[in-house]
């Protein structure tokens, strides 16, 4: 099992940008996909991005993509979503999740992802 946290979360204003963090205690994501997902209040839980955490292979939704960066440091077990051109609609509680590797196919799928973190809020103002 891997414990996940995530940290970096805040209230910012509309164009400003955010870094998420999500640090592994336990065992390593060697063999992980991982993913951020969102959920906002009322709302489903949603994809955002994942990353292969071997191959460095992103996906992302097409709300965020031009706008976020997902990315990893293996030295820092340590995976990042870069968010730029925050809008008021990024607004959401936000989720780091760690699933296995062979499941890169459904990576969009939350029901695939074992592992979750505690989730970091995000309020973009307008």
């Known amino acids: 099992q891997v414990q996940l946290v995530e940290s970096g979360g805040g209230l910012v204003q509309a164009g400003d940008s955010l870094r998420l963090s999500c640090a592994s205690s336990g065992r390593t994501f060697s063999t992980y996909v991982m993913g951020w997902f969102r959920q906002a209040p009322g709302k489903e839980r949603e994809f955002v991005a994942a990353?292969?955490?071997?191959?460095?292979?992103?996906n992302y939704a097409d709300s965020v993509k031009g706008r976020f960066t997902i990315s990893r440091d293996k030295a820092k077990n340590t995976v990042y979503l870069q968010m730029d051109s925050l809008k008021p609609e990024d607004t959401a509680v936000y989720y780091c999740a760690a699933g296995a590797s062979g499941m890169w196919n459904l990576r969009t799928d939350k029901s695939r992802y074992a592992d979750w973190g505690q989730g970091t809020q995000v309020t973009v103002s307008s």
């Open positions: 990353i292969n955490w071997s191959s460095g292979s992103t």
